[in-house]
């Protein structure tokens, strides 16, 4: 609110004021109420003025040179509602619910002492609990391995902390140029790029096919990860979904599009959650008779599958076949990041029009570095991939001796079935508390409601005598917790986890 003001008793009186008032409102202005004052007429006290802006008020003093305007105080409307209270209320109903349904989630707080992986520190109320971790996607143990730290450490020295800016403006460094070079080598593609996550690598790179390609329909599988689905619902495009890695599905899905028509097909090699591996080549074989790319997420592959660690598409020899391959810098290359490979020209239409990509300080100079290391390591490292997958198979042969439900993976990944929410919270709660083993349960949303699972991924620094102790310890607390074993459920139920 404006005060206006003569400073001269007498210039100013109601007749001025009208004429103002008129000429201002004459002139079409939108109205505003402003208080026009004057201090020290007695006949003028207090008047509300309408004008629209600051150079419609200043058309006053234009008028009358000993007018000035004064900043009033104006004391804000009481809310008759209690605002912290009505908002808050809201998400403490959503907490509560998740909570009564057994799959609120605690983070733990750990210490990964350099070196010790698998073993790391957990800091509880009560102290420092040393635990085995059987729930890490540092798949091969890659964030402390010495080549990928050291040269951390020299990039630090070198340049800083800090990107310094988006990919366009300043924040390129030599470290994102060659590991985009490393990582299309890796995939035998002509180009590669680097975001922050794959979550954004998926996002962007759904976000630009949505934007490029002409009212094109995406083939999804039901099993798909939140950032694919997520990508493609951001683009409202059209959404068909298959049966999990069913590619018969997928072709009665693919018959009913036009030849013509844009379509790609989103999958993924290796299925976090069931440890499922989709059936590629098939995949590539439709995309091929009816005229779709193929986007395949290798995330939970990449640093693990193939000679060079390309992943399951690089192991089945199908690395030239597929369009467009996203990843992971976060999980078995241990560091964080994601990315997209493909042909110059999709690549290069990601950079160019994906808005995560576009708007974001670029990952750091150091993680790249890091990053770097660590794809140039594992490419020449299959031993690491060797005993990684030793490592998988006799967790999975040990469980099914003693008639644990492991659910049958074709991957590196193993899931214990338990079902139930708030048994698979405290099978986890008993390993840790009593056996120093860490193992997350897996709750909804992550899977679906009746299939929680206690997920674990070795690695190739688990010793064989820590996979005993891990099965000996599962074995306890499926007996304390009365849990149900492979022999008690039904052959149909058993199609589950199969
Ligand atoms: C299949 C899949 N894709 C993408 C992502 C996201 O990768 P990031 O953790 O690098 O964001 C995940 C994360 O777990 C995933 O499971």
């Known amino acids: 609110m404006m005060q206006l003001l003569s400073n001269k008793c007498g210039v100013l009186n109601q007749y001025w004021i009208h004429i103002l008032t008129k000429f201002i409102m004459r002139v079409g202005i939108n109205l505003h109420q402003k208080t026009l004052q004057h201090t020290k007429c007695p006949f003028l006290k207090t ?3 309408n004008v629209t802006s600051e150079q419609a008020l200043a058309k006053y003093t234009k008028f009358c040179p000993y007018l000035h305007f004064k900043e009033m105080k104006s004391e804000p409307k009481k809310c008759p509602i209690d605002h912290s209270q009505f908002y808050s209320n809201q998400f ?16 733990k707080s750990l210490l990964r002492t350099n070196g010790e992986f698998p073993r790391a520190i957990n800091k509880t109320p009560s102290g420092d609990q040393t635990i085995t971790l059987w729930c890490s996607n540092d798949y091969l143990g ?11 450490k020299n990039a630090i020295d070198l340049t800083g902390i800090g990107a310094g800016g988006t990919r366009n403006i300043g924040g390129t460094s030599i470290y994102h140029v060659e590991l985009e070079r490393e990582l299309a080598d890796l995939h035998r593609k002509d180009s590669a790029l680097v975001m922050n996550s794959g979550y954004v690598a998926n996002m962007a790179t759904l976000d630009t096919l949505g934007k490029v390609l002409k009212d094109v329909t995406f083939l999804s599988d039901a099993k798909n990860h939140a ?20 590619y018969k599905d997928l072709e009665e899905k693919l018959k009913q599009l036009d030849i013509q028509q844009n379509k790609v097909i989103v999958f993924e090699s290796v299925y976090s959650m069931n440890g499922t591996v989709a ?32 992943g399951v598409t690089e192991k089945l020899g199908l690395q030239k076949e597929i369009d467009i391959v996203t990843g992971t810098l976060g999980k078995a290359f241990g560091c964080s990041g994601g990315y997209v490979s493909a042909n110059a020209e999709i690549v290069d239409a990601v950079r160019s029009t994906a808005s995560n990509f576009i708007f974001s300080t670029s990952m750091s100079p150091i993680i790249a570095a890091a990053c770097l290391e660590s794809v140039k390591y594992l490419k020449t490292h299959p031993e690491i991939r060797d005993r990684h997958q030793y490592v998988a198979s006799l967790i999975k042969a040990k469980l099914k001796s003693k ?11 193993v899931p214990v079935f338990i079902g139930d929410p708030v048994l698979c919270k ?13 193992i997350q349960p897996i709750n909804y949303p992550t899977v679906p409601r009746g299939q929680e699972i ?21 074995e306890c607390v499926f007996k304390s917790l009365n849990l149900r074993m492979e022999s008690q459920y039904t052959a149909e139920q058993r199609a589950i986890f199969q």
Do not use: C, W
């Not at 950032?227 to 068909?240: C, H, N, P």
């Open 403 to 413: 008639g644990i439900p492991a659910l049958n993976s074709a991957s590196h990944i």
């Open 227 to 246: 950032s694919l689905i997520e990508g493609m619902r951001a683009t409202k495009r059209d959404r068909v979904i298959f049966k999990h890695n069913d």
């Open 454 to 474: 206690l997920r674990i991924s070795p690695t190739p620094l688990h010793t064989e005598e820590m996979i005993d102790e891990l099965v000996d310890s599962i």
């Open 426 to 438: 405290e099978a986890s709660e008993k390993l840790l508390n009593e056996y120093n083993i860490y």
């Open 142 to 152: 890659m964030s402390q391995n010495p080549m990928v730290t050291q040269a951390t």
């Open 279 to 310: 059936p590629i080549s098939q995949f590539i074989n439709l995309a091929k008779k009816y005229n779709a790319l193929t986007l395949i997420d290798e995330v939970h592959a990449v640093g693990m599958y193939g000679d060079r660690g390309a």
């Open 92 to 107: 403490k109903g959503v907490i509560q619910q998740i909570k009564d349904e057994g799959r609120y989630r605690e983070f």
């Open 47 to 49: 008047f509300n003025i």
